[in-house]
């Protein structure tokens, strides 16, 4: 039987997963629930859409809620509602506050018996398995992570907010130098300056002082004051042209030592390339939906991260295939 899966949230990576769950025949999405009038979306595949306040009357017919809402204001409230009454998947991404995520989303997820998945994605979610396996096997050692090339979603929304600025999109990009070092064995102490660059393209508005939007970018506290910044001002036809997708990536390194007196240095990463961000945590998502309706169906509830889920749940294969085709 397949899984029934309910989106919540019709943006980016609403449609991200409404095209994955297209790749995998295991998988039918019942449905796309929107806080808009239900008539007035159009959705890529011709899917059902209603009102989400409706979801509940469809209870019965849901196996498994992805909620692709932000994790400002959205996922906070939603995640935790939604448990309550289905097994449920998000990505919340906010790092410092997922502690009190999980212990909400926990609590309404074991007062209805159901699985309750959270801050699945790359960032949190697979740079995060990644960092576990590595820390795991090399005790003695230590981590690296690199974000980039990539749109910075929150960043480009921080310049846009700059009076005179029309449109913009900020690239992190990590420094060559520091990643090499990284891999090399170095164990290099680096500061958040030496790791990363940040590159802004902006749209400014007709008569705007960009001398001024400049530095406003690159004295904004949080954002950029703490990194070596470049702004380049671009006209609105560059900025559809050469900048309208949302790539993003990065990698994942740990550097350890094993032996008697710590004489062997050992290299472990993981990278990826993304030509679009929203697209790829999409698909994480949809392998984390087939996880926690397997999960739920075991007689599991309450909150889980990704720590929590066995790889042989995440795959369409069965423990007899995955044995003999990627053992």
Known sequence: MKNRIAIVGYGNLGRGVECAIKQNSDMELYGVFTRRAPESLNTLTGAKVFHVDDILNHKDNIDTVIICGGSATDLPVQTP????????????????????????????????????????????????????????????????????????????????????????????????????????????????????????????????????????IKTMPNYFADYDTTVHFISAEEMARDHSGIPHGGSVIRSGKTGLNG????????????????????????????????????????????????PAYLSAMSGEELRKNIL
């Not at 212990?103 to 697979?126: E, F, L, R, T, Y």
């Not at 700059?162 to 990009?173: K, M, S, W």
């Not at 697209?279 to 991260?305: D, N, Y």
Request: proline share 3%.
């Open 81 to 216: 509602a939604l448990a309550e009454h289905f097994n449920v998947i998000d990505s919340f991404d906010t790092h410092a506050k997922i502690p009190e995520h999980f212990n909400n989303v926990d609590i309404a997820a074991k007062k209805s018996g159901k699985v309750a998945m959270i801050s699945v994605g790359w960032d949190p979610g697979m740079f995060s398995l990644n960092r576990l396996y590595a820390q795991a096997i090399l005790s003695d050692g230590k981590d690296y992570t690199f974000w980039g090339k990539g749109v910075s979603q929150g960043h480009s929304d921080a310049v846009r907010r700059i009076e005179g600025v029309l449109d913009a999109r900020q690239y992190t990009i990590p420094v060559a130098s520091a990643v090499e070092a990284v891999r090399n064995g170095e164990n290099p102490e680096l500061t958040v300056r030496q790791k990363h660059t940040r590159e802004c393209f902006v749209v400014a508005a007709q008569g705007a002082d960009k001398a001024k939007i400049e530095n406003e």
């Open 263 to 310: 004489e062997n240095t050992h290299i472990i990463e993981y990278s990826l390339k993304l030509d679009s961000n929203p697209e790829f945590t999409a698909s994480v998502l949809v392998a984390f939906a087939r996880a926690a309706l397997r999960m739920s169906k075991e007689g599991m509830s309450g909150c889980k991260t990704v720590f929590d889920v066995a």
